[in-house]
């Protein structure tokens, strides 16, 4: 059987199309005509932002079969570029009336990635730029600097709002800004146009956890630094193993015997949002996890590999009488400056 390479394991945009929100104007231009993918400018873009996409840290959820987007995307009356257009529609309604919305278009895209179909989009913020602009005065050709207010995100820039729907099940991933509707900073995208609550992301979840730990080791004098190495290096072992964060492993792993504050810990953790299921691109997280990055007090900082970390014939923290803490780096063949 042949082996995925990476570039299978990545979404791959096969159609796509473009609607301008124009807050300013308070219009939406709906595009009639696909994007032509074999246009270097239009290929080198929607490659970037197939690449951008894998950077972010999603939220995660199932959208209810009864709702408007999938009334959409589940109709056999609509064609691509209709239901793009519907969609646009829903978004222009709900952004419309929130005053900090910028101006952007929304890039709308069917995908593939493992043999799965999806829909998504991606709403591109203006940013302002300065460019020249070319203009005739008495028949001289006169070179002048304007402000450009509808520049999009270059071509490595984080995506600020996302959506992506699979076709199969109706799961889908999400990065939402947050902004006032009605009196209230919410979560516009998933509360209103969705109408759903999403997991956290893996970086909320982790912060989560990382206060309930850091209450609990407070309450019964664990190190910080020891209990965070612990939680780094349970998380990167249950996302290699069962692709989740598992909150029993975590507490197995940093308070061990100490049983009435694992129960304490996981007692925390049932009142608040976290959930185990988060990752949704394992390697990503994998590596992110693998190394131990310490900043000791002295300004020094380090970044351990998790199997080097855990060998105490390569390094080791020793607990001094005066309460300082030495490391001790052993064994180490060769020196080698990255400068």
Known sequence: MKKQS???????????????????????LCGQVE???????IRTYLESVEKRIEKLDPKVGKLDPASDIVKVLSSSELNFIEQTSEIAQLFFQLTRAIEEAPSGDLLCFEAEKMEEKY???VKLNYKPQYTHYVDYVDDKMSNNIILNKA????LTQKLDEFLLISYDDFSFELVEKKYVVDGEKIDYISEKMLQTIPT?????????????????????NEEKFVSMSNVQEAVYESIEAEGVIS?????????????SAKQEYLEIMEQTRFDEKAPVNVPKYEKKYRNQKLKLANG???????????????????????GTIS????????IVNKF
Request: glycine share 2%; aromatic share 8%.
């Open 6 to 28: 990476e570039d299978d394991k990545m979404l791959k945009i096969t159609k796509a199309i473009l609607h301008i929100l124009d807050s300013d104007s308070d219009s939406l």
């Open 35 to 41: 994007l032509d993918a074999q246009d270097y400018a």
């Open 119 to 121: 829909f998504g989009f």
């Open 151 to 154: 520049i999009f995100p270059g």
């Open 200 to 220: 956290p992301t893996v970086t909320e979840n982790i912060s989560i956890m990382k206060k309930a730990i850091k209450k609990v080791a407070d309450k019964y």
């Open 247 to 259: 909150k029993e492993l975590v507490a197995d792993k940093v308070f061990e015997d100490n049983h």
């Open 300 to 322: 020094i900082e380090m970044s351990i590999p998790l199997d080097v970390y855990k060998n105490k014939e390569l390094i080791e923290f020793i607990n001094n009488p005066d």
């Open 327 to 334: 490391v001790m780096i052993k064994n180490v063949d060769e």
